[in-house]
Structure formats: C-alpha cells, structure tokens
C-alpha cells in the first residue's frame, strides 16, 4: 500500500508518497532552531497514512535520527501529559552516533503534577517547598525501582498506542515497542541537584508559570493538576513548552541529535486534536517570547520535525473546503520546503503543511501485484478500476485474490470469481474491524454498529471502516445517495437534504463526507463527487434491494428531467435498465450534435451503474440487452447495441478483464456504416482505441 514506489526499497519494507520522505529528510537536516512544519496527511480511512508512517521509520528511524510514533487512535486515550512522556521516552532511545536525550524540565513538570505526588495545597507555603522536595525523592526512587526511571513507567500505561498499524512489518513494530527494553533502569538526569533546580529555575522564568522563587512556580504545577479545567489546560500547554524546550538544549551539546522525528497517528481523534492544538500554540508562545526579547522569530524554532495523519478535517480548521484556513492541501509528490514556504498563507494555517494523500496509480497497482512471484499481473487494470487505487482497497483485493481458489488464466469461470468479488469473506476481518469500531464508538460517544459476522465479505469490511463516522441511519441515508455519484445531489432529492444540502456544516451527510475525505474531483467536472471506491461498495449493497434501487433512480431521473439535465437523466434511466428510452434519446442527438460531442455523451450516460444479476457476467446478459425485436431501424439497432457493449465495459465487476474492447470496436465500426452524416473518421478512431485499449494510470472514469 503506497503511494509512489522509492527505488531501492526492500521487499518487506513499506513506501511512502513520492516527496514525503524527501521532504522530512529536508526538516531534519534544518538547523535545530529553525522553523519546521507541521506536516499533516490528510485522506480517508485506507488511504496510505499508515505506510506513509511505516517509510519514514525505515527511512530515518534506524539511526539518522531519535524518533517516537504514537497512535492516538488507539483503544487507550492519551491525554497530553501521557502523550509527552511516551514521546520524551521514546526520544530517550539510544542511537550509535548520538549521545542520549534527556528531558529534566518535562520529567520535573510530569513529576510535580503527578496524582501520586500528593496535593500540597494543605500545608504553608514554606513547608510545601520542604514537602515537595522529599515527595518528589521518594516517587522517583519508587519509579525507578519499578520501571528503570519515571519516564519509563508511562510505557505501561500507554502501551497500545506505541502499537503501529497492520501491514507494517515487525521489525518497526519491535523498534518502537524496544524503547521498553533500552529505557530499563536508565535515569533522566533528575537525580542531579543541578539539573533539578536549573529545570525549577525555567519553569519560574516561563510567562505562564512565574513566581519569584523557582520551586514556588514548580508547586503551581502541583496546584493547576487539581484545579479548573483552564489550569488543568494551562498545565499542559506548558508542559509541552518545557518538553520542546528540552529538545532545545539536547540540540546545542555536544555529539547531540541535531534533529528529532515525531510521528503520530489518527490526529482527528479528540486527544489527537489537542495534542496539535497544544504543539502549535506552544511553539506560538516560542516565538512570542521572541519578539519581546528582541530575538529574531526565525531563530525561535525547535528540532522536532513532526509529520501527522488525519481522516478527518479538523473542526480548528474552519470550513472543510480550507478556505478560511488558507490551505489548499496538494499531493505529497512535490512537496518540499520550499513549497511550503512559498505558498503558506498569513494566520493561524502558517505553521501547516496539509499533503491530500492520493490514489495509487496504475503502475503502483502492477507493483504490488508484480512484487510476488504467485500473483497474476494482467489482473492489475481490474483492480486499478475496482479500487480506483485506494491503497487500503488495492490490499484487501490483492488479498482476497491470493486465494488458492482464483482460476487461472482467463475465461469464463475467471470472470464469475472475480464478479463475486465484492461477497468473499475477507480473511481476518472481524477482529480487527469490531476492534477500530469500537474504537470509533468510544471516541464519538455512540453505540457501535452490530459486530459483522466471522468472515464478512469484501464490501462490508471495506465499509465498515470507510464509514467508521457514520452511524447506522447515516450509511443507509449513504447508500441510498450513492445511486448518484454527486452526494450532494443525492442526499437533496433523496434523504431530504434541502436546497442548500451541498453547502450545509459538517452536520449534514454531504458535510460529513467532504470532512472525512470521501470525496474527490469528478474526471469531467471537476465538481465533488462520492469517491469511486465506496461508492461501488454502497451500489452492489444497494443493488441487493431492488425495490429501493428503482426508486432512488427514478426520483433522480426525474429530478434531472424536470431540471433540464437530459443526460444526467439518461444516466439514471440505463440504470434502471431502460435501454430503449436511452437509445432512443441518443439516436436523436446523433443529428444534434457532433460526432466528438456524441461520443462524450454516450460515455456519460453508458457510466451508469447496472443491476445485471451477480451470477452472470456480461457473456451471460450482451446477448439478451442487445436485443430488441421492437428496433425500428438500422441505426438504432446499431446504437442500442453499441450503449449495450459500452455499458457492461464500464463495469469492472461485470467485465473484469475488458474483454468487450473487440466488441465495442466492431459496434463503433458498424455504426460509421449505418449513419452516413456521422463524422466515419472520428468514429474509426474510437473502434481503434478500444481495440488496442491503453489502461489509464489514474482513475478517470466513474462507473
């Protein structure tokens, strides 16, 4: 699952996107007090962040630089002060060239504020410096003789979220759990007496935390933990101020890491989103205390080279089409620095860099089905359209396919296993799923879904985690809606969405979808539409209701019929199989409009979705839709059998290995014959295309 192929990977090492492992190799060899971004992927459920993740552990990870990775979309919550010292402990690791980070001023932070510690409050002033003096002695000695030192005791209570997702290989799986192992019974440097009063002394120096006696502010700390959520949330924020200013100080000596890697998971989560919140204004405050100090603001930074995945918009970022943000997020492939430089806005998006990861193209696709000796590489354009390159779609096709039970070669037993594709039990579903939806559950404060049965198919473990966001009146509103590849039109005629449902907050359907990235550019229009992939999915759901099929399509056609939109109104007609009303429309317009403008029309309409049975292929049904005892003339015989062929081509379920291309040639031949004012030429041209069909590397077609 990638996004572009590095050179020179290993066979069981994970690639990232083109550009995005360049790019944090260019963060980490900035100065330490330079400005970083903040690097966030942005894509639905399965589009890549995980492998994205996994590359930049094998890049960088095994000795270029210290690097922590957490999963705040784990089962364990993570509330900032875990979060950091999971991340300080990890950065603790050591590595050959480098001597060890330390994190005094955060340890002492965490130490003071820690429930164990006591509340201090009770005593004077005077006796609580005394008593926090010797409370704080004898926790850390209790920590050190349970886990090695402090920091490492946070091991054991954030465990999971150290857990990378599936499909990396074990071998990061065991770099990032080994923090464990390396960390016992190794100290953080606050047993020196120098140590703890020089972190004492910044915290008593920091803007939200002064007091003229250092251990006074350090006693805040203590008090804020038990106080009101402002100060409990005040505490926090300078705890991460005081971990990046350790970063800081580790950098400047000697034989020091000059860079540090920080990679988190599943930031859309409630905890995710305040641990970025907490980052940014932190180092917002860095270059605020900048300025007042007279110092340039581009010597304020700190070492961390941070990159972030979401699957969602985050709410801080205002509306999900960026532009109160300021961002418009592009592909990994040409990001760098500079790109980031010259295109961040003023304000609050400065301190982002949003990278919309994307689709797999074809030869990605052949990669991973070329990379093993057992896998059948002509299967690589039906799953490129199958998937449309979703990586984590493309994974599970490929491993469904690794079944024993595939037939070889090509033919029509072939075509019938691939057809079902969408109905076979997906090995290792269940567990997994019913475990990222309970996940999903806690976090949105929702019952989860019924848990799928052992072995679900293909279409319900892709959209179990797909619409992990969605609640059960939600995914069938959505899979009425996706009768239309424009949700927004689906959910107005459809699931009662009103005039405005298109531009609606997040709280309609069509906002929702936008904010979890399951939208994407149509290939002609340009306007959003439902992604390929799910949108396939939710179809062959929907297609198992017929009397709900009937009906979403024929209030569509009619609403596109009374809007002025024949085509769009075509479109829905040949899904309800209505093959003489299209050829009839086409046939007029073949004296309406151009030859070029034609074709383009009988590919709009030809796109629509089919109800041919699940069973069949289109061997079984070209014959019977094709025809029609009723023609009344030559030329409409020829254009009915040419929707016909064009049509079932454009279903990789019900073609699966294209082999209508001769079919459709010989139709679009017969049909320059038939139709003497058609331009022959433009005609020929398109009978030679399908004949000698080139698979495109993107997925241009919705079908």
């Given amino acids: 699952m990638t996004q572009a192929y590095t050179p020179g990977a290993g066979p069981f090492s994970p690639v990232g996107p083109a550009g995005l492992v360049p790019l944090v190799g260019e963060c980490l060899e900035l100065p330490p007090e330079a400005e970083r971004p903040l690097i966030v992927l942005l894509g639905p459920h399965g589009a ?3 492998e994205a993740h996994g590359a930049l552990l094998a890049r960088f990870g095994t000795d270029r630089a210290p690097f922590a990775y957490l999963n705040f979309g784990s089962e364990q919550p993570l509330r900032p002060r875990y979060a950091l010292g999971l991340i300080a402990r990890q950065l603790e690791r050591k590595l050959a060239r480098y001597r060890v980070s330390r994190f005094p001023r955060l340890t002492l932070g965490l130490l003071a504020s820690d429930t164990d510690v006591g509340d201090l409050s009770t005593v004077s002033r005077r006796d609580q410096r005394r008593d926090l003096h010797r409370r704080l002695s ?24 150290l857990g990378l997702p599936l499909g990396i290989p074990a071998v990061f799986q065991d770099m990032v759990q080994g923090t464990a192992r390396e ?3 190794m100290v953080s440097g606050l047993l020196s007496r120098h140590r703890f009063a020089e972190s004492a002394r910044w915290y008593a120096e920091h803007q939200s935390a002064g007091g003229s006696n250092p251990w006074d502010a350090v006693i805040e700390l203590n008090h804020w933990r038990r106080g009101s959520s402002a100060e409990a949330a005040t505490l926090d924020r300078v705890l991460c101020a005081a971990f990046l200013e350790d970063l800081r100080r580790n950098a400047e000596l000697s034989f020091a890491p000059p860079s540090y890697l920080l990679l988190l998971d599943g930031c859309h989560t409630h905890h995710g989103r305040r641990f970025l919140d907490l980052l940014v204004k932190a180092r917002e405050d860095s270059r605020t205390a900048a300025r007042r100090a007279g110092r340039p603001e581009a010597e304020a930074g700190d070492p961390l080279t941070v990159a972030a995945s979401v699957h969602r918009w985050l709410p801080e970022w205002g509306s999900s089409t960026g532009e109160q943000w300021g961002w418009s997020a592009s592909a990994p492939d040409a990001a760098s620095l500079d790109d980031w430089r010259a295109r961040r806005p003023r304000g609050d998006g400065a301190a982002w860099y949003p990278l919309r990861l994307r689709d797999l193209t074809l030869d990605e696709v052949h990669f991973q089905l070329s990379d093993r000796p057992r896998r059948d590489a002509t299967l690589t354009p039906f799953v490129h359209r199958l998937t449309c390159g979703l990586p984590r779609a493309v994974e599970q096709v490929l491993t469904l396919l690794d079944q024993a039970d595939l037939p070889s070669g090509s033919g029509h037993e072939r075509e019938l296993w691939l057809r079902r594709l969408p109905d076979r039990p997906l090995p290792g579903h269940s567990a997994q799923d019913r475990h990222r939806e309970r996940r999903e559950a806690h976090r949105t404060e929702r019952e989860p879904p019924p848990a799928a049965p052992e072995g679900a198919g293909l279409a319900q473990a892709a959209l179990g985690a797909l619409l992990a966001d969605f609640d059960d009146a939600e995914r069938t509103a959505l899979a009425l809606c996706a009768a239309t590849p424009d949700l927004s039109v689906g959910y107005r005629v459809l699931a009662g969405g009103g005039e405005a449902a298109g531009t609606q907050a997040g709280s309609s359907l069509y906002g929702k979808a936008h904010a979890g990235f399951l939208l994407a550019p149509g290939p002609r229009s340009g306007r959003l539409v439902l992604h390929p992939w799910p949108r396939r999915l939710l179809l062959w759901q929907l297609a198992e ?9 024929q209030r569509l056609s009619d609403h596109h019929a009374a809007e002025g939109q024949p085509l769009r109104a075509m479109y829905h007609r040949l899904a309800l199989h209505q093959i003489g009303a299209v050829t009839a429309f086409l046939v007029r317009r073949l004296d309406e409009v151009d030859t070029p403008g034609w074709v383009a029309e009988l590919d709009a309409v030809a796109a629509a979705p089919n109800l041919v049975p699940k069973d069949k292929v289109y061997r079984d049904v070209l014959g019977p839709l094709t025809h029609d005892p009723a023609a009344g003339s030559r030329i409409e015989a020829a254009v009915r059998a040419l929707l016909v062929a064009r049509w079932l081509w454009s279903d990789p379920l019900t073609d699966p290995e294209r082999g209508l291309g001769p079919t459709l040639a010989a139709r679009f031949e017969r049909l320059s014959e038939e139709h003497a004012g058609s331009d022959s030429l433009h005609l020929l041209n398109e009978a030679d295309r ?11 077609e919705e079908g």
Avoid: K, M
């Avoid at 926790?139 to 090695?148: I, M, Q, R, Y």
């Fill in 48 to 50: 890549g962040a995980s």
């Fill in 138 to 161: 004898t926790f850390e000695n209790s920590a050190f003789a349970a886990h090695g030192d402090y920091l490492s005791g946070f091991l054991q209570v954030g465990q999971s979220a």
């Fill in 690 to 700: 399908y004949r000698s069909w080139i698979h495109p590397q993107t997925c241009a």
């Fill in 545 to 553: 209701r017929p009397a709900e099929w009937v009906t979403a399509h």
């Fill in 183 to 185: 960390g016992a019974r």
